[in-house]
């Protein structure tokens, strides 16, 4: 890293955050992330003091540290999904997490901090980013949020940088598809609040009315609690499934609540919260929705 003068101990704590936010975005499981910063801060203070104030950009040589860890997260990660019961979704995250509503605030003048929340704070981008590749995921984070060259992601993933360039092209293809059809916040609200008293009153005809034609829903219970252990295809499925589950539990009470930063659904059964349901709109109807049940990944929602 280049020379020059250190910022102290309060500033560099500062950006925890930050780093916290984007390790969320490589992993999608928050206690991975928190891990990983703790390892990143752990490797900052071993390096001898004289050397950490030669570093001009603390916060860079942190990134680019914790990349590497999130990097080598992302490629044992495989091994884990392949024993994982069920369908395996990333956390979703409440609104309480600080750093999604510190990056909307005017103080933080970074652009990297507005473009990593536009990039991938949804519950379908995050979708999206774990559908790649470790090496595309850190490609295209790194070059098309952060900026860096295709020679500085070469080193980290271990690739060619013109390799590099075509993993972040592939990255971005896949974020600029789901992107188009993105909805706007007041329409998703409206549609995720007409499938919600549809759902609760057992209407039918409103509920394939609100559904897409081709809607899948995803339900994550990681083998602790009752899920589809498949992903459910079509309006049917869909109606069935959701309608079976009061059936099961008629004192769930579901609430509109944030889900990465978007409007989402929230259940609860004497308030202690059961799932955590995300969805993606399109053309006013509900074309994916994805439950979490998991509640090793609910802890933050408690």
Known sequence: MRNGPDDDSTHVDSARSKLESLAYRFLGIMPDAEDAVQETYLRWYKLPQTEREQIVSPIAWQRTALT????????????????????????????????????????????????????????????????????????????????????????IVGRTPQACRQLASSGRKRIDREEHFMSSSEEHARVNTDFRDAWITGNIKELVAVLDERACA????????????????????????????????????????????????????????????STSVREGHISDIWVMRNPEKLTVWH
Not at 91 to 106: G, H, L, V
Not at 107 to 130: C, K, N, R, Y
Not at 245 to 264: H, Y
């Open 218 to 277: 995803i339900t994550d219970g990681g083998g602790f609690v009752n899920a589809a252990t498949e992903p459910l295809l079509g309006k049917d499925a869909i109606i069935n499934f959701f309608l079976a589950v009061f059936e099961r539990q008629s004192d769930l009470c579901i609430e509109a609540a944030l889900v990465n930063g978007e409007p989402g659904l929230v259940g609860k059964v004497a308030d202690r919260t059961v799932a955590v349901i």
């Open 68 to 155: 590497r860890i999130c990097f080598d997260k992302l490629k044992s990660a495989k091994s884990k999904r392949e024993i994982y019961i069920g369908e395996w979704l990333p956390e979703p995250i409440s609104q309480n997490e600080n750093w999604i509503s510190a990056t909307e605030s005017p103080e933080f003048t970074d652009p990297a901090d507005h473009l990593i929340l536009a990039h991938s704070v949804s519950m379908a981008l995050m979708i999206v980013l774990d559908k790649m590749t470790p090496a595309e995921r850190v490609s295209f984070i790194l070059h098309d949020v952060f900026q860096y060259s295709f020679e500085e992601i070469s080193e």
